[in-house]
């Protein structure tokens, strides 16, 4: 083993050990004094590293601008400590997802693209050093206790991990290791051509987004697969309980989540199978969307990263609070669930005309939800004040659409909206590899004020 490799090795197995023994705050005033202590090094020592930050004297994160990716995108070079242009790494990204070989790096720097239509994708910077931080924290966040002396005994056989993504990177492949047998299935080459690999590997961990996981719980009950790994991780998807449950059903393991983006690990899924925000790495203030404080958009600020800065960063997504401590003990703040994305919201005008309001997915998707099985699959697409609905039915369509016409208008009235203009089509299955979005928000109705 070169010296390199042994002490990117060393620095993963002290971050496991600093992220699962020591960083597990019982208390809220002492996770937010380490953060604090965080913070104060990171504003001070390294954030004026970045061109962006050059001269400003900041002593508390909140006089800091708000950022997101469109902001980091137009000025790249000055967001991350090395003064690398998109110039200098969108090639080295490019020849990457072209060749599927997601080996090469811009000298010690991996490259990564956020999923993203064209136009609005991300490029992320990744050192060494932070990937091998990363393995440490997602290891020492994710792996159950039964599974540790897999990992740390050299006379048990190393741990397994089949992980479905459709892009690799230097980031995952950094687990592999002597103790990890770590195999990556690319989905832009379907499932079918996985089975063969699964099935010989014999994983003891499954990772792969909420769909494919459901692909994979239908093959093993159909006799397709073999394999009987003992933890299943969902992510980059919103897992759904009929993904769950057929997880369950197949493996006889209900699936945990990973909060993973480009931007940072987000949380995890605790013991008691509540899912946290990584709050002990990164800093998380609540955009909230409503005055009750239940829905709230991230702003994250990665006071571990040293490449590229994240720094109030407005995600996308759409959080719902858990209003519960959880009986881990952890204070990291609870998620009940990881909604969506922003657009993912449709919006309606109230009864009077006078503004819109948001129908949130989780809503949605309860409505859709009460129609049972005979609702396979399911999308709409809004533009202005008309819902294109996509079905795919198990038995009679016709019924189903004059059924969900029904409680949609029923929910509306209930919210106190006027109903949308309703179009019924027929549900086509996407690539694998595309992710799974339900709810598309294509064009807000226009002049209307919105209102969470
Ligand atoms: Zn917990």
Redesign the pocket.
């Known amino acids: 083993m070169s010296s390199e490799r042994l002490i990117g090795g060393l620095r993963s197995a002290l971050s496991f050990i600093d992220s699962r023994y020591r960083l597990r705050f019982s208390r809220r005033d002492q996770l937010e004094a380490w953060q604090a202590k965080q913070l104060k090094h990171f504003l001070q020592r390294i954030l004026p590293k970045s061109q962006r930050f050059k001269d400003l004297k900041v002593i508390d994160l909140t006089e800091l601008p708000l950022m997101d990716k469109a902001t980091l995108m137009d000025d790249f070079a000055g967001f991350n400590t090395r003064g690398l242009s998109l110039e200098q790494v969108l090639p080295v990204a490019r020849r990457a997802e072209d060749s599927r070989d997601f080996s090469p790096t811009l000298g010690d720097i991996t490259i990564g693209l956020s999923s993203g239509t064209s136009g609005n994708q991300g490029v992320f910077l990744v050192s060494a050093l932070e990937r091998q931080r990363w393995a440490g924290i997602l290891l020492a966040r994710t792996l159950p206790r039964h599974l540790l002396p897999r990992l740390l005994c050299p006379w048990r056989a190393p741990l397994r991990i089949a992980f479905f993504l459709r892009a690799n990177s230097r980031l995952y492949t950094t687990l592999a290791s002597r103790r990890i047998d770590f195999a990556f299935h690319d989905l832009t080459l379907g499932l079918d051509v996985s089975f063969e690999r699964l099935n010989t590997q014999s994983p003891d961990v499954l990772v792969a987004p909420a769909t494919v996981l459901q692909g994979l719980a239908e093959a093993a009950l159909a006799g397709r697969l073999t394999i009987r790994p003992t933890h299943i991780l969902s992510v980059a998807e919103v897992l759904e309980c009929a993904d769950a449950d057929a997880v369950l059903a197949a493996f006889g393991v209900a699936p945990q989540q990973i909060y993973q983006a480009s931007e940072g690990f987000l949380g995890y ?6 899912l ?1 925000l990584n709050e002990s790495h990164l800093h998380i203030e609540p955009d909230w969307l409503d005055a009750e404080h239940i829905r709230f958009q991230p702003i994250i600020t990665d006071f571990s990263r040293r490449t590229q800065m994240i720094v109030r960063y407005r995600l996308n997504d759409i959080l719902r609070v858990a209003n519960t401590h ?5 204070v ?1 703040r ?1 998620i009940a669930a990881v909604e969506g994305r922003a657009d993912d919201v449709l919006w309606l005008p109230d009864l009077e005309g006078s503004q819109l309001l948001a129908l949130y997915p989780d809503v949605l998707r309860r409505t859709f939800l009460m129609h049972g099985a005979t609702l396979q699959e399911y999308e709409i697409h809004q533009q202005g004040l008309h819902w294109q609905i996509n079905l795919q039915a198990a038995d009679d369509y016709a019924n189903l659409c004059v059924a969900l016409s029904a409680s949609i208008h029923a929910l509306c009235a209930q919210q106190g909206l006027q109903p949308p203009a309703l179009s019924f089509g027929h549900w086509e299955a996407p690539p694998l590899h595309a992710k799974r979005r339900r709810l598309k928000l294509l064009q807000l109705p226009e002049d209307w004020p919105c209102t969470y």
Not at 269 to 274: A, D, R, S, V
Request: one cysteine or more; charged letters at 30%.
């Open positions: 899924t605790c013991e008691k199978g509540t946290h959880c009986a881990c003990g952890r990291e609870a």
